[in-house]
């Protein structure tokens, strides 16, 4: 009927320049990049000793426990940004970018391999931490692929001092029966975008980011500029990284759960769940949190639900805390036992 076209009828186009202009702005504006300080306190470039390797880091906080973050494949340390502002009050957030990603440089970006991937972990945590006195509490969260590294460098024991471990969104099962279609999910995605906003403005109608402050610090970080097209190209070539993607999930569900720290499971919903997670979830084994609301980017979709449930686990557990056991009142004489 009429009045259903024309609510549904499509917004016309500017008619002069001056709107053009103005629509322009306020595109832009609204997919704009926004820059890492708003988030963190400091970004480093940091290089490894004996090797050609500098690993980008980003920094927030300066109290509290050592929190690693790594990220899933394809992304960069950026997608913690908005965890990281909110949980810098009461730790210390260490954010990098792996090896083929973001603005760090290798001599092989194309080695996603697991084994490659947690040494470089292990090489950057303990150029940073090793030498502190005394070391640090250090937290180890991953993210998809990250999860697959986090729980491997804890179960390592090569870095000091490691009390937990956190895998959100990343479950061995479900990630491994997966893995045929994500071809299809990367060849989907467009390989270009003329500019930055665009970019942007594609991972949220996706619905690949569903936060749009977080897609404007975490999108423009994985896009890099090619000089012969003029256009953004894919930082990381997903698809030359299949031959390593079984790798990162095979025995993750096994290698979680014989973890010798604390373990906390974030999910996006309990469908995930593959049967020796159900198990040891029953049985005790690790904290769960499910954020329902979420996409497979959870920390981006629900930055809030994410640190709150990281905060309310290392609070849970202490870490970070001197226990200092309760003294008498000055005014008691302990009585001494002689007998």
């Keep these: 009927n009429k009045m259903h076209k024309s609510i549904f009828k499509p917004p016309t186009a500017p008619s002069t ?26 970004c480093e470039d940091v290089p490894i000793t004996g090797t050609q390797n500098t690993y980008r880091v980003y920094r927030a906080g300066t109290q509290g426990p050592v929190v690693v973050m790594m990220h899933g494949g394809g992304h960069t340390g950026l997608s913690w940004s908005l965890v990281a502002k909110d949980m810098k009050h009461e730790c210390q957030l260490f954010c990098f970018d792996f090896r083929g990603h973001g603005d760090t440089k290798t001599d092989n970006d194309s080695d996603l391999s697991v084994t490659t ?27 998809s ?35 045929p279609v994500m071809v299809g999910v990367i060849n989907r995605r467009p390989s270009s975008f003329p500019s930055l906003e665009n970019a942007v403005k594609w991972s949220i109608s996706t619905g690949t980011v569903k936060n749009l402050e ?12 090619n000089e012969n097209t003029s256009k953004y190209q894919w930082r990381t070539n997903l698809l030359a990284s299949e031959p ?16 010798r720290c604390a373990r906390l499971l974030v999910l996006a919903g309990t469908d995930r769940l593959d049967k020796g997670l159900t198990i040891g979830q029953m049985q005790g ?21 994410t640190s709150e ?13 001197v ?17």
């Design 17 to 42: 320049s001056e709107d053009k202009t103005s629509a322009l702005k306020a595109f832009e504006e609204k997919y704009s990049p926004l820059p890492w300080q708003d988030y963190f306190d400091s």
């Design 323 to 339: 226990l200092v056991f309760p003294k008498p009142p000055t005014a008691v004489v302990p009585t001494v036992v002689t007998s």
């Design 244 to 259: 390593y993607w079984a790798g990162w999930y095979n025995d993750l569900s096994n290698l979680f759960l014989s973890s």
């Design 285 to 305: 084994k690790f904290q769960l949190v499910v954020l329902p609301t979420c996409g497979h980017c959870v920390q981006e979709d629900d930055p809030r639900g």
């Design 145 to 179: 692929m990250g999860g697959g590294i986090a729980v491997r460098v804890a179960n390592a024991q090569r870095v000091k001092n490691v009390v937990a471990v956190v895998v959100i969104d990343v479950v061995e099962g479900t990630a491994l029966s997966a893995l």
């Design 309 to 321: 449930a990281l905060l309310a686990f290392i609070n849970r557990n202490q870490f970070g805390k």
């Design 214 to 225: 977080s897609a404007r610090i975490s999108i423009p970080s994985q896009l890099v500029w």
């Design 117 to 143: 991937l947690c040494e470089d972990s292990i090489q950057l945590i303990n150029t940073v931490f090793g030498a502190v006195t005394p070391p640090p509490q250090i937290l180890l969260v991953g993210h």
